[in-house]
């Protein structure tokens, strides 16, 4: 199993709108609604921010949202807040009870 | 409210093993709906899923990692524990305990803050 494939960085504007792709295969992301997103900042450990492909959980905001179409899940952070600055990173159940990680998308707001 | 704090030495010579405890506060280990789980961040990398563990001590490894890997919990105690054999200057990462779902080994929730554990001579 290899890891998800993730671009190394994205931007946007404050009060727009940023999408990461998280993509995988058959075997992972697109074999199981199991996919789940993490923000991380410098020094920080991660942050579970949606699980489940779509799910957020209590106190995430609403502008954080997750899909997936085939072997490719999204997350999309809109109107950019200058918090939102940090590195994600996706996850997905890979069968076998293995989890595999994506290799991490740093956000810049500009 | 579900507390993890990882311990443990942070330096060890390369071919020793390294050992890690993450004790859990706030709720029980023992729960039918999580794993318990390891995961590792090399400086300045990505995230790396190591392996977790259920309260009954059922166990499941990265493949790439589970020759080395052994982790264990002690439910009297509230831990559960990391060790990873014959390391090396690669194995030099923050290592992060977490709650896990069961179901598809879905999310990780909450984290522990980390410890960085350094392989040097």
């Known amino acids: 199993q290899s890891a998800l494939t993730q671009p190394p960085s994205a931007s946007g504007s404050p009060g727009q709108s940023v999408t990461i792709s998280c993509t995988g295969t058959?075997?992972?992301?697109?074999?199981?609604?199991?996919v789940s997103w993490y923000q991380q900042h410098p020094g920080k450990a991660p942050k579970l921010m949606i699980f489940e492909v779509t799910k957020r959980p209590s106190g995430v905001p609403d502008r954080f949202s997750g899909s997936k179409s085939g072997n490719t899940a999204s997350l999309t952070v809109s109107g950019l807040q200058a918090e939102d600055e940090a590195d994600y990173y996706c996850?997905?159940?890979?069968?076998?009870?293995?989890?595999?990680f994506g290799g991490g998308t740093k956000v810049t707001v500009l | 409210q579900l507390q993890l704090q990882e311990s443990g030495p942070g330096l060890v010579k390369p071919s020793e093993t390294l050992s890690l405890t993450c004790t859990v506060s706030?709720?029980?280990?023992?729960?039918?709906?999580?794993?318990w789980g390891w995961v590792r961040q090399p400086p300045g990398k990505g995230l790396e899923w190591i392996g977790s563990i259920y309260y009954r001590g059922s166990t499941y490894y990265s493949p790439s990692l589970k020759s080395r890997v052994t982790i264990s919990v002690d439910t009297s105690k509230s831990q559960f524990s990391l060790k990873l054999r014959s390391v090396t200057a690669a194995d030099t990462a923050v290592y992060y305990c977490?709650?896990?779902?069961?179901?598809?080994?879905?999310?990780?929730?909450?984290w522990g803050q980390g410890t960085l554990v350094t392989v040097s001579s």
């Open positions: 058959s075997s992972d992301v697109g074999g199981y609604n199991f």
């Open positions: 996850s997905s159940y890979a069968g076998s009870n293995i989890l595999l």
């Open positions: 706030g709720d029980s280990i023992i729960s039918s709906s999580h794993y």
């Open positions: 977490a709650r896990q779902a069961v179901a598809g080994l879905n999310w990780f929730d909450p």
